[in-house]
């Protein structure tokens, strides 16, 4: 899939555990896990606004389209 997540970036940046950012968004720690590690079909507005208020970035911080070669 040509979207990437760069999640695990941002929060090691902002120096935050999956736990926490879970908690914070109110989301699972397992949900938070299958954005993480690329296998979500879909996100939605409200979680990914949840996150970047947590980690204060912009959607682009974290979603990145790379085309298929």
Known sequence: ???IVNLD???AKRKI???EL???VGITPAN???LKNQKA???RFSTLEA???EL???PGDILEYRPED
């Open 17 to 19: 555990g999956s736990g």
């Open 56 to 58: 204060n970035c912009q």
């Open 51 to 53: 996150i970047c208020r």
């Open 1 to 3: 899939m040509p979207i």
């Open 9 to 11: 970036v941002m929060m």
């Open 32 to 34: 938070l896990s299958i």
């Open 41 to 43: 079909r879909a996100v």
């Open 22 to 24: 879970a908690e914070r």
